[in-house]
């Protein structure tokens, strides 16, 4: 179709680099870069930009090193061939309701099991591991996108992030977020006393990256549903998948490196020495966070590698390295979960949800801001149920806010202001969940747990707190903004081109929305 083919680009990283290239959005250079600190310290520094390819990287003759891939939402629009925010989000919405199932293909034909490497007895000499901060000691693998298939996720796929640190050579920590699917699968095999084989891709196809970053939407997306078939429509044609050569689990076949092995839900320990010298659970800082603080180390389940696949070692592999609580790593996962809450709205009510957003400042799983349209006064309140329905199904989530249709849900400035002349405290703002389960990534909810280990076993969420910012049905009159006429005038026939520039060039932040608008 002509649609997949806009996107054929995506079928694995390196074409997608390639056509990058060819747009003049990518970034690269042949100046060496240390994964010990220099790889996040330049991520920073270009946080929000193009993405960037570094083709030598100290000690690692045969990797390249990819960073800042969705550090730009405008780039990552356009490589999904999204006319804008909102056209992705209401298409990322069909692509859940509407999943292409991946395919299979043989394992001669993957790129990524062009070399096999069993029984390994060091996986570090396969992977590039980074550090991020001087805070944490050790270096760790936050990239790699785990793969679950089969009967351990009921017959569909699911993918997502875990962090590792192989602290034992072909032996790592597992770390997993409580509540995601990856938990409720290793604590069902923890229950059976069975161990969970699956594959750990690193440098995959860019679409299933976006499904690695969905989590905790999981009204939409359930236990044994198919994530990287929403991949798959999302891209506009199938995954290809292969059957992995020592344990029964699918890889996704383009990518750069795979992982194979399983998890030992019972053969738990510590991510970092520091934390195993003294016995002590979330307290020593460890691989920063998205919610925008360091993370702390924990004991966890292990992964056990049985074996490392990977494309030719010339062909220098790519692993795709980013620090948490980046522009890049938030674009990763939020993208898929504003398709969700505004697919869940939908469902509960069709037509109301305009579009939802989660910007930067809201990191992530953190909150959101809803853009609603009343059209009639039966839907007045809906955007309450709304609220409600996410702040108790996104484990985790604290703020949500509501806004109408005139609201531009893209600038904080608009929804600062709609807070400040439309919210009455004593009634629009809701605390629907006290007490419920949360996260244990948010300092605030870390708190609850006194004195005690900050783990999720000791941890209680506060309840979330929903903000209706929206104007009240039939008072349309009494919040009406001013237009001014913008679209009838024109600097052009009034300043030069270099007096226009001066005026522009001071032109920041607010401003410049409500001069295109004239509110």
């Known amino acids: 179709s002509s649609a997949a083919s806009a996107t054929a680009h995506l079928i694995d990283l ?15 250079t042949d100046k060496e870069v240390n994964p010990d600190l220099e790889l996040t310290g330049l991520q920073k520094l270009m946080d929000g930009g193009t993405p960037a390819i570094f083709n030598k990287v100290k000690g690692k003759p045969n990797h390249r090193l990819l960073t800042n891939l969705f550090g730009s939402i405008e780039v990552m629009n356009k490589m999904f061939a999204w006319a804008d925010d909102k056209d992705r989000t209401h298409k990322l919405a069909r692509a859940l309701n509407k999943p292409l199932p991946p395919v299979e293909i043989a394992q001669a034909d993957a790129p990524c099991q062009q070399v096999v490497i069993e029984k390994p007895n060091n996986v570090y000499d396969y992977l590039v591991p980074i550090r991020h901060t001087e805070l944490e000691k050790e270096m760790t693998v936050g990239s790699g996108i785990r793969c679950l298939s089969g009967d351990v996720f009921d017959g569909g796929t699911d993918v997502g992030y875990n962090r590792m640190n192989f602290r034992w050579g072909n032996i790592g920590t597992f770390q997993i977020s409580p509540g995601s699917h990856m938990w409720q699968v290793v604590s069902e095999a923890y229950r059976k006393g069975e161990r969970v084989p699956l594959t750990f891709n690193f ?14 939407d999981y009204v939409i997306l359930p236990h044994g549903c198919d994530e990287l078939g929403v991949a798959g429509a999302a891209q506009g044609f199938p995954v290809r998948l292969v059957k992995a050569r020592t344990v029964d689990a699918l890889a996704i076949a383009d990518a750069e490196i795979v992982l194979e092995g399983y998890v030992d839900p019972k053969d738990r320990r510590f991510e970092t020495a520091e934390a195993e010298a003294d016995q002590t659970q979330g307290r020593h ?11 702390k180390s924990y004991k966890a389940p292990t992964f056990h590698v049985t074996a490392v696949t990977m494309r030719k070692p010339e062909s220098k592999p790519i692993v795709y390295a980013l620090g948490a609580h980046t522009l890049d790593e938030h674009n990763i996962d939020t993208s898929i979960r504003e398709a969700a809450m505004f697919e869940l709205c939908n469902r509960l009510q069709p037509g109301i949800i305009q579009d939802v957003n989660i ?22 309140g809906w955007q309450r149920n709304f609220m409600t329905a996410l702040l108790s199904t996104s484990q985790g989530m604290r703020v949500v806010i509501a806004v109408s249709e005139d609201v531009d849900i893209y600038s ?17 703002i809701l605390n629907p969940t006290p007490g419920g389960r949360g996260q244990t990534f948010m300092p605030a909810e870390r708190m609850t747990a006194g004195d005690k280990e900050w783990t999720a076993t000791n941890t209680r969420y506060e309840g979330g707190m929903g903000i209706d910012a929206t104007v009240p049905y039939g008072f349309e009159n009494d919040f009406m903004r001013p237009q001014y006429p913008v679209g009838k005038v024109k600097l052009e026939d009034f300043f030069t081109k270099d007096q226009i520039r001066n005026v522009k060039d001071r032109m920041k932040g607010w401003t410049e929305l409500l001069a295109k608008t004239g509110h």
């Not at 910007?359 to 007045?380: F, H, S």
Request: contains cysteine.
């Open 14 to 28: 390196r074409s997608t680099l390639a056509w990058l290239k060819s747009q003049g959005d990518l970034i690269e």
């Open 203 to 216: 440098g995959v196809p860019p679409a299933c990256t976006l499904l690695a970053g969905a989590a905790f």
């Open 285 to 295: 800082h460890f691989h920063p966070e998205w919610a925008g603080y360091m993370g």
């Open 359 to 380: 910007p930067y400042c809201m990191t992530d799983w953190g909150g959101a801001i809803i853009q609603v349209k009343k059209r009639n006064r039966l839907e007045e």
């Open 412 to 428: 904080m400035d608009e929804v600062m202001w709609a807070i400040t002349t439309r919210v009455n405290p004593r009634t629009d």
